[in-house]
């Protein structure tokens, strides 16, 4: 599954519409619509806001699944 599927899946879970998302984001329904179709990705520093708008965390958000064991980080 892409992005952009895991996207409109969690986005529709959440009961929001594109353009609702793209309201609380502040991007335009399409910027969202071309994130879903797989035709761009989000700017970076909105991963963070678009995880916050459908109650994940980024690594939620990019994974497409909510928890799991956290990775240990290599120092």
């Given at each position: 599954?892409?992005?952009?599927?895991?996207l409109?899946?969690?986005?529709?879970?959440a009961?929001?519409?594109?353009?609702?998302?793209?309201?609380?984001l502040?991007?335009?329904?399409?910027?969202?619509?071309?994130?879903?179709?797989?035709l761009?990705?989000?700017?970076?520093?909105?991963?963070?806001?678009?995880?916050?708008?459908?109650g994940?965390?980024?690594?939620?958000l990019?994974?497409?699944?909510?928890?799991?064991?956290?990775?240990e980080?290599?120092?």
């Amino acid at each position: 599954m892409t992005f952009g599927e895991k996207l409109q899946k969690l986005r529709t879970r959440a009961g929001l519409s594109q353009d609702q998302l793209a309201k609380l984001l502040d991007v335009s329904r399409q910027a969202v619509s071309k994130w879903e179709r797989g035709l761009n990705f989000p700017d970076l520093s909105l991963l963070e806001p678009l995880g916050d708008c459908l109650g994940l965390t980024v690594s939620e958000l990019l994974s497409g699944q909510r928890g799991g064991e956290p990775r240990e980080e290599l120092l």
